[in-house]
């Protein structure tokens, strides 16, 4: 059975990305071999992710995990166009199911905090792990935000680190 993981690189500061959604300071970090990354790659089966990370996703440049990933890929929208590879499903417990069954054993990864967050405000999402990157961007969207919301308790998985990224990896309690 799939689980559904949050899987994303942040800031020191809590941001995973800049003001105005700017994942460019991700080509800033220092580059290296993180195993953590590597196997979860491996073991992604599908994808899952709302709007605002579809748009850059299905530009030329802007391929799921670098390129280094391919496979089902849905999206969570209501009101975008439709490009190959990728499907369109407007309701998020549909698209974690179909999700899921696509991909069977593996991962479902899922990419950007909005979607993240609705995942888990319907208690559909099972893990979180984070690449915290030495870099403070001051401003931008956080990795989790709900101004008043409910406090959400998480149990360490693997804590790690692969040069200067530390790897967070934690289980939904």
Not at 69 to 91: C, H, M, Q, Y
Not at 151 to 170: D, F, H, K, Q, T
């Amino acid at each position: 059975m799939a689980k559904v993981l949050y899987h994303i690189t942040m800031s020191l500061d809590g941001f995973v990305a800049g003001p105005a959604d700017d994942m460019t300071w991700l080509s800033g970090l220092p580059a290296g071999p993180n195993p953590v990354v590597e196997r979860v790659i491996g073991g992604i089966g599908a994808v899952l992710m709302g709007h605002n990370t579809y748009a850059p996703a299905t530009t030329a440049e802007g391929k799921v995990y670098g390129g280094r990933w391919e496979g089902p890929i849905f999206v969570v929208t209501r009101d975008a166009a439709p490009s190959p590879g990728f499907t369109l499903v407007d309701d998020l417990g549909t698209a974690v199911t179909a999700a899921s069954s696509a991909a069977g054993d593996g991962y479902v990864a899922v990419l950007g905090a909005t979607t993240a967050r609705r995942c888990l405000e319907a208690g559909l999402l099972d893990e979180v792990l984070v690449h915290v990157a030495p870099i403070l961007l001051g401003d931008g969207v956080r990795l989790f935000d709900r101004p008043g919301g409910t406090r959400v308790r998480l149990e360490p998985l693997e804590l790690s680190s692969a040069g200067p990224i530390a790897n967070c990896w934690y289980r939904v309690a």
